[in-house]
């Protein structure tokens, strides 16, 4: 009995002894290139890449970097250039344009240094690993995105484009001019088809679709005809004035206003800077007539408050000038100042109320188009109790003027004080502003010199 048991046990050694000696010797055994032969000292000292590892799906295993590299530009269909399109637009871009390529040495590199790290047990434990579960890399790119950039920005030069929101025209009656939608460049998703380049090298532009505004066809059918409407008038020889004119008149042309809704000027003519368009010329500041960024929007904010008032909307900010005006009617200017003047109205009609404007021919003119229906009465405004100021004049001897020589060194004007009247059909008139404008002192110099 202890003899059998002990040639049992001697057969477990030998077998175990066996076994191990036979993992030792081949440890890869189930590989299928080189390694599946070599012993451990042998895969160790293994100077090509190992197996399990792909690039781009391609297999690298027993190759060395230069056959590895070698092998990835024969296998990857790479081009010279990317072709760059959108419906009808194409644009070639070489690689020699944006300093684009492919950086095969990096990437085979990271391939054959795989597995070489570590304790020698731990080294070939990893390696049986990669048999069972390879490992996959990518193919990395490189290129100049400032040339690309620059690139992009010719595209969407030649592509992109503004929406055009749906206007309302009033000839005889209303109607609706089409719009059309914008077209934007994604840029960012643009720039991540060369970041995680996938060897697409037709490329299709992203494009975001900027949706124009829409008019609601209905309103068509309330809009009948002019409600309120008022007209000043300009010198032509002020181009920078006709520019700020102009470009604040288009921010206000058919706004919509809803039954209950309060207009706000300043939501819709805002950031009046030389970025946005506008120009020098003359505004008032602390009394006194200087040049400004802007100057002449007051001229658009006055006659659009006399167009409410005529269409019988509810003022619920106006503020007047410190200095008279001679655009508008005594009495009927509104200031804007941004930040701190404003002029607001309420459309308190059960219908909605569309502001037209121009800015044409030495005239800037405002409709307010409506329900000529339901707002069927005139509204007539005056001014009246209308008092002159004198305004004071400073006199200064100079004796360097001959006697009796006069110059005038700030021209002065005469303030104003009044009142507005406000009558809507054969109702009785009622106060509508009490008005005070200041007067401007002259200064003058007046000559003592002898002779």
């Known amino acids: 009995m202890k003899l059998i048991l002990k040639c049992i046990l001697g057969f477990c050694f030998l077998f175990i002894f066996c076994a191990c000696s036979l993992y030792n010797n081949k440890p890869l055994k189930n590989a299928t290139g080189n390694t599946k032969n070599m012993n451990k000292e042998e895969i160790l000292a293994y100077d090509k890449i190992y197996e399990g590892i792909f690039v781009n799906d391609i297999d690298l295993k027993d190759l060395t ?61 990893f390696l049986e690993n990669l048999l069972n579960h390879p490992k996959k890399l990518e193919l990395k790119s490189s290129f100049n995105k400032e040339k690309l950039d620059a690139i992009i920005q010719e595209i969407a030069n030649d592509i992109e484009k503004d929406s055009v929101d749906e206007k309302l025209v009033f000839n005889d009656k209303a109607e609706i001019v089409k719009g059309e939608d914008g077209l934007k460049i994604d840029k960012d998703k643009l720039l991540s088809n060369f970041e995680k380049f996938n060897f697409n090298f037709d490329i299709n532009i992203p494009i975001n679709i900027l949706q124009h505004k829409k008019l609601d066809e209905n309103l068509v059918s309330s809009i009948k005809g002019v409600i309120g409407e008022a007209v000043s008038y300009y010198n032509f020889s002020d181009s920078n004035r006709i520019t700020n004119l102009s470009i604040a008149a288009e921010k206000l042309n058919n706004v919509i206003i809803m039954p209950g809704e309060v207009f706000s000027f300043v939501k819709y003519v805002n950031n009046v800077t030389e970025e946005n368009g506008y120009k020098l010329a003359s505004t008032f500041l602390a009394d006194r007539d200087v040049p400004g960024i802007g100057g002449g929007i007051c001229q658009i904010s006055s006659t659009l408050y006399e167009s409410a008032l005529r269409a019988d909307m509810e003022i619920t900010e106006r503020n007047q000038h410190s200095l008279r005006v001679y655009y508008v009617p005594f009495g009927l200017d509104a200031m804007f100042y941004e930040g701190s003047s404003d002029l607001k109205f309420k459309n308190n009609f059960d219908f909605p109320v569309v502001i037209s404007s121009k800015v044409s021919g030495g005239s800037v003119s ?86």
């Open 65 to 125: 970097k230069e056959e590895a590299i070698k092998k990835l530009k024969d296998s990857l269909e790479v081009k010279k250039s990317f072709l760059l399109q959108y419906e009808n637009f194409k644009k070639d871009i070489s690689f020699s344009d944006i300093d684009f390529k492919l950086n095969y040495k990096q990437i085979v590199d990271e391939a054959f240094n795989i597995g070489r790290t570590g304790t020698a047990d731990d080294r070939i434990a």
């Open 366 to 451: 405002f409709k307010i188009l409506g329900d000529t229906d339901k707002k069927n009465y005139d509204v007539t405004i005056y001014s009246g109790n209308i008092t002159t100021i004198p305004m004071p004049v400073e006199q200064i001897k100079d004796d360097s003027l001959a006697k009796g020589e006069v110059q005038v060194i700030q021209k002065g004007h005469n303030g104003f004080k009044g009142n507005s009247y406000i009558q809507k059909g054969n109702s009785e008139a009622k106060l509508l502003n009490s008005d005070y404008y200041n007067p401007k002192k002259q200064i003058i110099k007046i000559g003592t010199k002898s002779e």
